[in-house]
Nanobody
């Protein structure tokens, strides 16, 4: 089992910045990928950014150039630096991890979510 705890959400004005953090803990063999999803009001959940254990990153087109995902494998932690925030970035941001247990089976795990609100 993997437990994910997010922090860093809040209220910010348009153009501002926030940094989200997510720490993974529990019993697992390895984490192949970690990342962030978000779900805005009345919208479907969408993938914002991912980071593999090898450092490969991917981003939602609408956040490219504004958001940066980074990962500290030694600390089982990922970060999402969000700059130039827009009101449309308002959402609950969820951390996820694609991790293997000690039998080698992979599963997806989710954090509880952290609210990001961008005012215009």
């Amino acid at each position: 089992q993997v437990q994910l705890v997010e922090s860093g959400g809040g209220l910010v004005q348009a153009g501002g910045s926030l940094r989200l953090s997510c720490v993974a803990s529990g019993s697992f063999l390895s984490i192949a990928a970690m990342g962030w999803y978000r779900q805005g009001p009345g919208k479907e959940r969408e993938l914002v950014a991912t980071a593999s254990s090898g450092g490969t990153t991917n981003y939602l087109d609408s956040v490219k150039g504004r958001f940066t995902i980074s990962r500290d494998n030694a600390k089982n932690t990922i970060y999402l630096q969000m700059n130039s925030l827009k009101p449309e970035d308002t959402a609950v941001y969820y951390c996820y991890a694609h991790a293997a247990n000690y039998r080698g089976s992979y599963a997806n795990y989710w954090g509880q979510g952290t609210q990001v609100t961008v005012s215009s």
